[in-house]
């Protein structure tokens, strides 16, 4: 097989490069062949089908594989679930797909994390709350109520907010005091104020960033005080907690190209792009106005040798977001965009195009030997755009 290998490279390989081709098929054969390709473990007097519950068996599986675990926590917590409940697993993939099928991206963990908030039984995640006698029943009894209360949140937010999809949810964790509202205090979430607004400095601001449990739990906690949701009240909460809710300027110019709140703030920009296509890869893409790959050719001289070697745009300077807009699929796929300079790209565009993309109307500021007059004319403009949110 290495041989074949060899033969198919195209070129004439060096001896090292022959050794590491022979090396890795050996350990692929050892791995499939030579090895135990499932560990396990057997108890003991197995034959005694009385001796061991399902509860003992799903102990043992949780043990074994807490050490070296491939395991996420959902699936070993989940486990716990299945040894009582005999149609979880399908519950909870009905109930996930039902939510991401608009492009989100809820997973087992955080519903979990919801049930144990829900049920007053506390944020954090941890194995040993799953193992106390009816906690796993409760969720058994309460699983409708607690889908209802979070289908009936999400549907808020994809019909009243900004939020369109998973990329303008840095964290889902901000979800669950809102929930909690909908789920004991029904008749207030239905004449709650000001959700659109706590999502949105929450979100831009990451305020359940990090490790939040002791946040959500005092949310919750404040939730229960005022028997409903209090934005006043919530913010006071998270801001007890040293948490942030304020957008300064830094923060703004920190979302720049593969920041996790960029697409949030595109959301509230550019509000005619569809975030619900239905094949994920048509999603409006994030790109470059004046391209990466022409920025990294510029150099400056450098201040140890003199020679003209230095990248003159490091990393930051080249994704910040004034040097970022969103695009269709279409219009960054193949034959679109790519490389090409503002100076081109933006010459045959209409005034409407160049408004919606914050563009500065200056043709000379399209030049690449400009791009710093650039980034400071499109800042003032997104300055302007979002000055209302600004600290």
Known sequence: MAN?????????????EKDKISYNVSTVFQTFHGDEGISYQELDST???ELYTEDDVVEVFIRANSGGTRLGKSDLLFSLLNAIWDHSDEQMEELLSGLNRHGFAFNRDFVLKLC???????ARYEVSKFRKPGVREEIEKE??????????????????????????MPSYLTLIPLVYCRYHFADNWKVAKGIDTYLLRTLLCGAFSGSPDALIDDCV???????????????????SKGRSLELTEDRLWKMGYSSDSIHLLFNLWYNRFNYEPAYDNNLPQVDHIFPQS?????????????????????????NQLANCMLLTREENGRGGKSDILPEVWFSDKKEEYLDMHLIPKNKDLWKIENFEDF????????????LYLLA
């Open 375 to 386: 980034i400071e004319e499109r800042k003032k403009l997104i300055r302007e755009k979002f």
């Open 116 to 122: 144990l908030t829900l049920l007053n039984k506390g």
């Open 221 to 239: 906690d404040k939730i229960k005080e005022q028997r409903g949701f209090d934005l006043n009240q919530m913010f006071d909460t998270i801001r």
């Open 47 to 49: 034959e005694n089908t």
């Open 4 to 16: 074949k290998i060899i033969d198919k490279a195209g070129r004439e390989l060096n001896a090292d």
């Open 143 to 168: 699983w409708h109520n607690i889908t209802n209360a979070l289908r009936d949140v999400v549907d808020f937010i994809r019909g009243s907010t900004f939020i369109q999809c998973d990329k303008a």
């Open 294 to 318: 022409i920025l990294q050719e510029i150099k400056v001289a450098s201040p140890e040798n003199g020679l003209r070697n230095t990248m003159k745009y490091k990393k930051d300077e080249r």
